[in-house]
């Protein structure tokens, strides 16, 4: 859902075509616009709650050493790169498309081999150059939060070794605590922070916290601890993005149950739907830039055109989602994701 929400984000703030849906239904249209960004959020909390059944999947069983740490990150990367260079590729291809064939002063610029072998690196942001395609920071950003949690995951593991076992879980548990509790009293506040890990650590840190809290045993003290942490950091600076990831946490604690009120009938579709968000995320920005360029230029500019643009955008961006998915994750061997003892 949270993916669906980020496409339409885009497609109404980018490219002539949005303007359809801004004559046509303007209250939707505002929304989205204004708010339909908060949705990394559920893609930040998620991935930490993904990371840690991998990484850390309880505070007293840190499977990170030092050692292996940049065998880890690396892998993560490679993971990632795939889907990545495809949409690059896309992307570039789209926008020479979209120069040609219309203006519009959101459409990248040609890219320098020192602009492509950046992305490529998810450098992009950090070393100030502009960026190719919509969704290519986040990729850069959780490439960045897997690093710094496996890295405290690392940490976690010295801390406790040679411990009891009453001490292992709340010595284990410090490195996260005190990351979470820096970012989202301070790191989260710092606007220019946004391309730092850091910045983002308290959502993915809830992510992690909603993992460990599972066990049916813990679940009420988990919930006592993301509500607690949500509430303080609401206290010191209301932001709607970490109300939404404490949410997001409170519900992945909690789906084993509230997972049986949504499998009737929308179990499949939201499968499918979770199955290819990466690749439509990725892709969707630039099979944007092409639908409008060929919109522009070739049919009538009426909003009835326009709309079905939008919505043929979106229909081109599942399919297109789902075929890159078949292809490049499907049938990907997933023995480098897999949990280590």
Same mark, same amino acid.
Do not use: K
């Given at each position: 859902?949270? $993916?669906?929400?980020?496409?339409?984000?885009?497609?109404?703030?980018?490219?002539?075509?949005?303007?359809?849906?801004? $004559?046509?239904?303007?209250?939707?249209?505002?929304?989205?616009?204004?708010?339909?960004?908060?949705?990394?959020?559920?893609?930040?909390?998620?991935?930490?709650?993904?990371?840690?059944? $991998?990484?850390?999947?309880?505070?007293?069983?840190?499977?990170?050493?030092?050692?292996?740490?940049?065998?880890?990150?690396?892998?993560?990367?490679?993971?990632?790169?795939?889907?990545?260079?495809?949409?690059?590729?896309?992307?570039?291809?789209?926008?020479?498309?979209?120069?040609?064939?219309?203006?519009?002063?959101?459409?990248?610029?040609?890219?320098?081999?020192?602009?492509?072998?950046?992305?490529?690196?998810?450098?992009?942001?950090?070393?100030?150059?502009?960026?190719?395609?919509?969704?290519?920071?986040?990729?850069?950003?959780?490439?960045?939060?897997?690093?710094?949690?496996?890295?405290?995951?690392?940490?976690?593991?010295?801390?406790?070794?040679?411990?009891?076992?009453?001490?292992?879980?709340?010595?284990?548990?410090?490195?996260?605590?005190?990351?979470?509790?820096?970012?989202?009293?301070?790191?989260?506040?710092?606007?220019?922070?946004?391309?730092?890990?850091?910045?983002?650590?308290?959502?993915?840190?809830?992510?992690?916290?909603?993992?460990?809290?599972?066990? $049916?045993?813990?679940?009420?003290?988990?919930?006592?601890?993301?509500?607690?942490?949500?509430?303080?950091?609401?206290?010191?600076?209301?932001?709607?993005?970490?109300?939404?990831?404490?949410?997001?946490?409170?519900?992945?604690?909690?789906?084993?149950?509230?997972?049986?009120?949504?499998?009737?009938?929308?179990?499949?579709?939201?499968?499918?739907?979770?199955?290819?968000?990466?690749?439509?995320?990725?892709?969707?920005?630039?099979?944007?830039?092409?639908?409008?360029?060929?919109?522009?230029?070739?049919?009538?500019?009426?909003?009835?055109?326009?709309?079905?643009?939008?919505?043929?955008?979106?229909?081109?961006?599942?399919?297109?989602?789902?075929?890159?998915?078949?292809?490049?994750?499907?049938?990907?061997?997933?023995?480098?994701?897999?949990?280590?003892?």
């Amino acid at each position: 859902m949270a $993916s669906q929400v980020i496409v339409w984000h885009h497609l109404l703030i980018y490219g002539p075509l949005a303007s359809s849906m801004q $004559s046509l239904w303007p209250t939707v249209t505002a929304f989205l616009q204004q708010h339909g960004r908060l949705a990394v959020q559920v893609f930040l909390v998620t991935g930490g709650f993904l990371a840690a059944r $991998s990484l850390w999947p309880s505070p007293g069983a840190p499977r990170v050493t030092w050692r292996d740490w940049p065998a880890r990150v690396l892998a993560r990367y490679l993971r990632l790169l795939p889907m990545l260079l495809l949409a690059l590729a896309v992307a570039v291809a789209a926008a020479a498309l979209a120069r040609a064939w219309m203006t519009d002063p959101d459409t990248p610029a040609a890219p320098t081999l020192t602009q492509l072998l950046a992305h490529i690196l998810l450098l992009q942001d950090i070393v100030g150059l502009p960026a190719l395609s919509a969704g290519v920071w986040y990729v850069a950003i959780d490439w960045q939060l897997f690093a710094l949690l496996a890295a405290l995951t690392a940490l976690a593991r010295v801390l406790i070794q040679g411990r009891s076992t009453t001490t292992r879980v709340a010595i284990g548990a410090l490195p996260l605590a005190v990351g979470v509790a820096l970012s989202l009293a301070w790191f989260n506040r710092q606007p220019a922070g946004d391309i730092w890990a850091p910045y983002f650590l308290g959502a993915y840190g809830l992510g992690v916290l909603a993992a460990w809290g599972q066990q $049916s045993r813990q679940r009420m003290g988990a919930t006592a601890l993301l509500t607690a942490l949500t509430a303080l950091a609401l206290w010191l600076d209301w932001r709607e993005r970490i109300a939404l990831a404490g949410v997001t946490a409170l519900i992945l604690l909690w789906q084993p149950w509230a997972g049986a009120l949504t499998r009737w009938r929308l179990h499949a579709l939201m499968s499918w739907l979770a199955a290819i968000s990466y690749a439509v995320f990725l892709l969707h920005y630039p099979l944007s830039l092409a639908v409008n360029a060929l919109v522009m230029r070739l049919t009538p500019a009426t909003p009835g055109w326009r709309l079905g643009g939008l919505a043929a955008t979106w229909l081109l961006s599942l399919a297109c989602g789902w075929l890159a998915w078949r292809w490049l994750e499907e049938a990907r061997p997933r023995s480098n994701l897999a949990p280590r003892p």
